[in-house]
């Protein structure tokens, strides 16, 4: 038992020493190496505060190494996938990384724009460069290979292009995100996903702010006089909306576009808040989101004089109350004559 | 959750297009091999290499080309685009009644600019692959030179008489496959598959 295991390890060791130690200085175990004392003596040059070239330039070295190494290393063990090396793209990988990984912010972008071209100069230069820096002419069945490589690496290289186009649409129009992409020839939602709220909810919160300093807790004449001037009041909610919303600028804004309604409901009336979405939008007529709110008479206790008179009828205070959903309908809440 | 986070993060991804072109593609590089090889009397795996890459550039190109204008569009009619990518359908704004125009236009436009690529990519991979591996001795360069002009003025008098089934071809060539890839598409459009 204890012989086995004692004979185990000393397997292993030996299997280790072998990957470790390579039987050739000319192996990729070598530029790993080299790649680790590069990376090692960026390290130490800037524990010393040497110049920030020396530090660039030993860790430009380090990752060019290990671009090379790795990619030695997976063409020596023949990795496939699908038939398909993947060597040149695994250092491609690195080589992007160490390219576009110092940049910062946004560096994921052209560092995936560009990895299938790096991919493909990693290919093609061994093939049309020799040691000597001198141009090589590979036979012409290479050079078709090369050419039909270029336009397959340029096409993939369109295609992350075109998913961050897609992100940055998004980005400029949030709302776009909350709609189905059920119908699309294009887009694919890994479903599981949770989705943002469209921004008119914002909307219609903010317009229910403002509702609320206009027509909650007033007289009750004051509101009836204020739900004469209906249009008017329209226009002072969507501009005083717009203005707060101003602050966070974003493209769709001006594509929501703020409405109400009051019916009247008993003693009071409920107030319909809609905030119509004339953006692109899944379905053809469009949607809204709706809030609704009550807007009601209230008698104030406590108010009412001690000697009150018979026939004394105190002054009827406002109270608006607005539920938090806002549930989305599809169409325009106007009918469709409003629409376009 | 980690996964959930990262599907998140990911977002809206162009996979259908993806696969959709891809499929486009093949079906695409195998009727213009098949002209390519009648036409120009080329070998079966040549054929396929050739109409491969000509399709392959004249695709990316085009990827580049939409990438590039769409960037540059007016706001309108880059939010009818917006529509038809993530919605399938165009939504009623001021370009509306113009769509139609403008999408047979577009097309029309790409019929002719895909056509014109596919040609000089045939030429410049005629080129590329038919080059002789150079010489670097003097006495070889100037009997190069000699040699590469000769041939210059034999491939203008040839390009006169050569250039017009080679045009021919990949014009039926661009022709069949086009069609083919209109009808699949009308297809796809009126069987609803695309809500797969």
């Given amino acids: 038992m204890v012989r086995g ?123 049309l460069v020799s040691w000597d820096f001198s141009f090589k002419n590979p036979p012409p069945g290479v050079r078709q290979q090369l050419a039909l490589l270029f336009c397959l690496s340029l096409l993939f290289s369109s295609w992350f292009q075109f998913y961050f186009r897609i992100q940055s649409w998004v980005r400029a129009y ?46 009750w004449p004051s509101v009836e006089r204020w739900l004469l001037n209906l249009e008017g009041q329209r226009q002072v909610i969507r501009q005083r909306v717009r203005s707060q919303m101003g602050r966070t600028t974003s493209l769709e804004d001006s594509l929501w576009q703020l409405d109400f309604q009051p019916l009247s409901n008993g003693d009071g009336y409920t107030l319909k808040l809609w905030a119509i979405w004339s953006g692109p939008a899944a379905s053809p007529s469009g949607y809204y989101l709706e809030k609704t709110c009550l807007l009601m008479p209230v008698n104030r206790g406590g108010l009412v004089p001690e000697n009150a008179p018979p026939g004394y009828s105190t002054t009827q205070w406002s109270s608006l109350t607005c539920s938090l959903e806002t549930p989305r309908q599809a169409g325009h809440p106007r009918g469709a004559e409003v629409r376009g | 959750m980690p996964l959930n986070d990262l599907l998140s993060e990911l977002g809206i991804m162009p996979l259908r297009a993806i696969a959709f072109q891809s499929l ?48 540059v569009l007016p706001l309108a009619l880059r939010s009818q685009i917006i529509s038809y990518v993530l919605f399938n359908r165009f939504y009623t704004n001021s370009w509306l009644d113009a769509l139609p125009v403008v999408v047979v236009v577009v097309a029309i436009a790409a019929f002719f600019i895909t056509y014109w690529i596919k040609l000089q ?54 022709a069949l496959s086009f069609t083919a890839i209109l009808v699949l598409l009308l297809v796809v459009n009126q069987t609803g598959v695309v809500g797969w």
């Fill in chain 1, 5 to 127: 295991l004692f004979s185990f390890l000393r397997q292993t060791f030996i299997e280790l020493g072998n990957l470790l130690l390579p039987p050739r200085y000319f192996a990729w175990q070598t530029v790993i190496y080299l790649s680790l004392f590069s990376w090692l003596m960026s390290l130490l040059a800037r524990l010393l505060e040497t110049t920030a070239f020396t530090v660039g330039l030993l860790a430009t070295i380090s990752w060019i190494c290990l671009a090379l190494g790795v990619g030695w290393a997976l063409e020596a063990n023949k990795a496939r996938l699908f038939g398909i090396p993947i060597a040149p793209w695994v250092s491609g990988a690195i080589l992007c990384l160490f390219l576009f990984g110092s940049w910062g912010g946004r560096w994921l972008q052209p560092a995936l724009v560009a990895w299938p071209l790096v991919s493909f100069a990693v290919i093609a230069v061994p093939t």
């Fill in chain 1, 174 to 219: 949030p709302s776009l995100v909350a709609d189905s992409v059920e119908n699309s020839a294009f887009v694919y939602r890994i479903p599981g996903q949770t989705i943002a709220l469209p921004a008119g909810v914002t909307h219609l919160t903010v317009a229910e702010d403002l509702l609320r300093e206009q027509v909650d807790d007033k007289p």
């Fill in chain 2, 24 to 71: 486009l593609l093949m079906v695409a590089i195998v009727l213009e091999a098949m002209v390519l090889r009648q036409q120009l009397r080329l070998g079966y795996r040549t054929s396929m290499q050739y109409a491969a890459t000509l399709n392959l550039l004249a695709t990316s190109l085009g990827w580049v080309a939409f990438l590039a204008i769409e960037a």
């Fill in chain 2, 121 to 174: 990519g045939l030429l410049w991979l005629l080129q590329l692959l038919g080059q002789k591996p150079v010489d670097t001795t003097p006495e070889a360069i100037e009997d190069n030179r000699r040699q590469r002009y000769e041939r210059a003025r034999r491939a203008q008098v040839e390009e006169q008489r050569g250039n017009s089934p080679r045009a021919l071809a990949v014009l039926q060539a661009n």
